[in-house]
């Protein structure tokens, strides 16, 4: 029987997960596997694409569906519960028992907490993360957990459910000089809009800065180009997205 598993999110033209997933299959000699986009406009088209397609086993979650999706799921594992967010669903098949059940996981931790590990040294100690979205949740769960005193930087600050958010206008050199972890967890700069960058005050980061930017398309993002000019140290999102697929695709094929 063909299985297959695909990405929701829209616009889905910036897509690495089919080029991925395919040439994983072809690889792996996986013919009974196919890995599907599906650019829905509305995260309540989600029920009808199911329906519609009876052979899928699982799916990728991306902007801006990370958070509303949980309400369309049957279960959540602990780590999407802690973390509020959801990027994968396994999807078991319809029975005699039932229609088919949606458990929602979230592998951006894993694929973050991979990726960052090599470069994080001890001046990491407090991090500004960029967004609220549904990954800046993912990226706030596993730096708590290493202990990196975080704080929000977000366009609506009224609309903030934390204290500890500030707006881009309140960034100056003193909060700059004391977050030397900054991770950008927005779409800004992401193909085609690669000249733009998060509006951050740039001429204050310094050489024990370290940027990090979950954009992996293009590789060198604006955000990356003006933290290297300080002389920061620079990582792109590519590992971390990398490291989650495979995350996805243990969970999509743990038998239990």
Same mark, same amino acid.
């Given at each position: 029987?063909?299985?297959?598993?695909?990405?929701?999110?829209?616009?889905?033209?910036?897509?690495?997960?089919? !080029?991925?997933?395919?040439?994983?299959? =072809?690889?792996?000699?996986? $013919?009974?596997?196919?890995? =599907?986009?599906?650019?829905?406009?509305?995260?309540?088209? %989600?029920?009808?694409?199911? &329906?519609?397609?009876?052979?899928?086993?699982?799916?990728?979650?991306?902007?801006?569906? &990370?958070?509303?999706?949980?309400?369309? %799921?049957?279960?959540?594992?602990?780590?999407?519960?802690?973390?509020?967010? /959801?990027?994968?669903?396994?999807?078991?098949?319809?029975?005699?028992?039932?229609?088919?059940?949606?458990?929602?996981?979230?592998?951006? /931790?894993?694929?973050?907490?991979?990726?960052? &590990?090599?470069?994080?040294?001890?001046?990491?100690?407090? $991090?500004?993360? @960029?967004?609220?979205?549904?990954?800046?949740?993912?990226?706030?769960?596993?730096?708590? #957990?290493?202990g990196i005193d975080c704080y929000f930087?977000?366009?609506?600050?009224?609309?903030?459910?934390? #204290?500890?958010?500030?707006?881009?206008?309140?960034?100056?050199?003193?909060?700059?000089?004391?977050?030397?972890?900054?991770?950008?967890?927005?779409?800004?700069?992401?193909?085609?809009?690669?000249?733009?960058?998060?509006?951050?005050?740039?001429?204050?980061?310094?050489?024990?800065?370290?940027?990090?930017?979950?954009?992996?398309?293009? !590789?060198?993002?604006?955000?990356?180009?003006?933290?290297? $000019?300080?002389?920061?140290?620079? /990582?792109?999102?590519?590992?971390? @997205?990398?490291?989650?697929? =495979?995350?996805?695709?243990?969970?999509?094929?743990?038998?239990?």
């Open positions: 029987m063909q299985k297959k598993y695909g990405l929701i999110g829209f616009p889905l033209f910036h897509s690495f997960s089919k !080029a991925y997933f395919t040439e994983k299959f =072809e690889r792996e000699n996986r $013919a009974d596997c196919e890995y =599907e986009l599906y650019p829905i406009d509305g995260i309540a088209q %989600l029920p009808q694409l199911i &329906k519609d397609n009876p052979e899928l086993c699982g799916l990728n979650v991306t902007i801006p569906y &990370k958070e509303s999706v949980i309400a369309y %799921l049957d279960e959540l594992d602990e780590t999407a519960k802690a973390v509020g967010a /959801v990027n994968c669903i396994k999807i078991s098949p319809a029975s005699n028992l039932g229609p088919p059940r949606l458990k929602g996981y979230n592998t951006d /931790v894993f694929g973050f907490r991979q990726s960052i &590990k090599p470069f994080l040294e001890t001046q990491h100690e407090r $991090a500004l993360i @960029l967004g609220t979205g549904g990954a800046s949740k993912a990226v706030h769960h596993v730096l708590k #957990e290493i930087v977000t366009r609506d600050k009224s609309s903030a459910k934390s #204290e500890r958010v500030f707006s881009y206008e309140e960034l100056n050199e003193y909060i700059i000089n004391a977050f030397k972890l900054i991770v950008n967890t927005t779409s800004v700069g992401m193909f085609p809009e690669v000249n733009a960058a998060p509006e951050i005050p740039y001429q204050y980061v310094s050489p024990s800065h370290l940027l990090y930017d979950l954009v992996y398309n293009p !590789a060198e993002t604006e955000f990356m180009k003006r933290g290297k $000019a300080q002389g920061a140290s620079v /990582v792109n999102g590519l590992s971390m @997205l990398k490291q989650q697929a =495979e995350e996805a695709w243990r969970t999509w094929n743990n038998p239990s």
